[in-house]
């Protein structure tokens, strides 16, 4: 059923704007005048459709725009031509005013029905109330939120021993050791690394003939950190050689780191409290959007509007910026009070839902310490290719 009505913010019988589309939005036809023009001296608003016992009220049409703009138009007419309207202006329908007072690119501007409404009147009459909201302009406002998660880290992944331990630039090419017997110090940390991970999860064997505390696992891990010999893998060979780094800064560093470690394991302090950040941005679309998939390191901040993490009224600074001196251990690149804030963001996938007249979507972001999210796994460019795009193994 094709109809003529004013929606929007049109009004009928209007003498600056007489030609109205026909409803629903998008029938075709041309455009044409709705009602009977106003007597002079008349202060009722005179309208039908077609020209036939339809009155547009004096008040109509009533338009807000608050969270998304709304408007409401009301009419006189039988009470079989209010049934009928009734019929064909359900929840969801899409209607267009003619865009003479307000245009979107050049054309009308479109509006979703969310209720009609008839009210019986005397004389076999009914009054028609429709409201509608705007798809065409007025969403509703971004919402934000950034509330703290507890991340849930191994101690191994803890900023305070994670930066000591990890293998990371040189230490994949320099080499330690006293000659011939050699290794990178990425093949030694990451014996280290493994050492620790034994150490744990190795169960008790005391020595034979012996009563100890400890079992002869743990002991050798402990003895060959406080020589300084690492057992290490040196390929092509699959046994191990013991590589003394009591030279090396950087493995004395990660020995110390994992003492600690151990130390830290015997008072059960296996998985330290560790705060992360989750950042959640809504927006809202008047059409589908293309979906994040997520699971990649990116930071929200250049994403986020910056009324939501700038401090300042104009600026470039953020929420995040004296976490470094707050927590230098956690957030502070060089682990000092000093240094520039350092976090780590996993984007999370988006989440869409659709609400009355828009699609709300949901973008997340997850905040920690560098480290947490493996550079690897987490990365957002092409799957390796050939053997040489892996980490090696030792």
Known sequence: MAFRLPFGFDRASDPNNPNLPLQPAGTGGALGPVGTPQPAGDLIVAGDDNGTNVQENPDSPEIERAEQATFMHKFKTTWQNACSFLTVLGRGTFVQDSGFYASSSGGGTIW???????????????????????????????????????????????????????????????????????????????????????????????QAGQVTLNGIVQNSIVNYFISSLIPTILPPSSSESQIDVSGDAGCLLAIAAAGEIIQKLWNNIDSPYMPGFQVTLKQYFFRPVFENPGGYIESPVGIVPDYFISPSQSGPDTIFDQMAAIN????????????????????????????????????TWIGSPIGHWDLQIYQNGHRPTSPSDYLPLV
């Open 328 to 363: 230098p251990q956690c957030f502070s690149n060089d682990g000092t009070s000093t240094g520039t804030v350092n976090i780590s963001w996993l984007r999370k996938a988006d989440e869409v839902v659709y609400q009355r007249t828009w699609f709300e979507v949901t973008s």
């Open 112 to 206: 979703r029905v969310l209720s009609s409404k008839i009210q019986a009147i005397r004389g076999g009459y009914a009054e028609l109330s429709v409201t509608a909201e705007s798809i065409s302009f007025d969403s509703p406002p971004d919402d934000y939120q950034m509330i703290p998660v507890e991340l849930g880290i191994d101690i191994i992944k803890h900023p305070r021993y994670f930066y000591a331990l990890y293998p990371s630039g040189s230490d994949f090419t320099d080499l330690v050791g006293v000659a011939p017997t050699q290794a990178t110090r990425a093949q030694v940390k990451q014996s280290i690394i493994r050492a620790i991970q034994t150490y744990r999860d190795s169960p008790y064997f005391p």
